[in-house]
T-cell receptor, first 113, second 112 residues
């Protein structure tokens, strides 16, 4: 089955630690995205990638980093510089960045204490 | 950057038609309008996308007036399982930068 997967579903970390969230897609999509969602709020774009080895900052990139070494994978690292990392993180992909629906993964709920 | 505005919440009853409107006054010429549905603790799911006039699929219709400054998602004969948050998304990301804006979402509650 084609789709987009995120792991793990739940993640717990201590403050001051970096943590990497996984996102994989087998849809052969060029574009991939990371969003953050806080309780009761909408989605905010963290980073996006239009093609392999290229990515751009979204609206709230501070404290996050990404890589896009393979078309299928777009991992997100939440660094210790992110002041409020506890949130629901969603990864998505689309055929192209400027067109087409986004397919979302199931999300990773990160809790930092 | 197209900013979107949606009602925060709406209530409806089973079997009724529900219309959710999204305002996007600064929509750009090349922007498409896309609607997503999200259940708690899940990723959003695509419902429908359009550019102008009317688009219909098996689950919804999307009405876009000529000036494209707003759009209305129409859900015919809603059921309890349609209780969710509905997001309007305008624009896209491209070489000119990030022009992707999710609205705050409309929380639809369908009652029996």
């Amino acid at each position: 089955d084609g789709g987009i997967t995120q792991s793990p579903k739940y993640l717990f970390r201590k403050e001051g630690q970096n943590v990497t969230l996984s996102c994989e897609q087998n849809l052969n999509h060029d574009a991939m995205y990371w969003y953050r969602q806080d309780p009761g709020q909408g989605l905010r774009l963290i980073y996006y990638s239009q093609i392999v080895n290229d990515f751009q900052k979204g609206d709230i990139a501070e404290g996050y980093s990404v890589s896009r070494e393979k078309k299928e994978s777009f991992p997100l690292t939440v660094t210790s510089a992110q002041k409020n990392p506890t949130a629901f993180y969603l990864c998505a992909s689309s055929i192209r960045a400027d067109f087409g629906e986004q397919y979302f993964g199931p999300g990773t709920r990160l809790t930092v204490t | 950057l197209a900013k979107t505005t949606q009602p925060i919440s709406m209530d409806s009853y089973e079997g009724q038609e529900v219309n959710i409107t999204c305002s996007h006054n600064n929509i750009a010429t090349n922007d498409y309008i896309t609607w997503y549905q999200q259940f708690p603790s899940q990723g959003p799911r695509f419902i429908i996308q359009g550019y102008k006039t009317k688009v219909t699929n098996e689950v919804a219709s999307l009405f876009i007036p000529a000036d494209r400054k707003s759009s209305t998602l129409s859900l015919p004969r809603v059921s309890l399982s349609d209780t969710a948050v509905y997001y309007c998304l305008v624009g896209a990301v491209n070489n000119a930068g990030n022009m992707l804006t999710f609205g705050g979402g409309t929380r639809l509650m369908v009652k029996p």
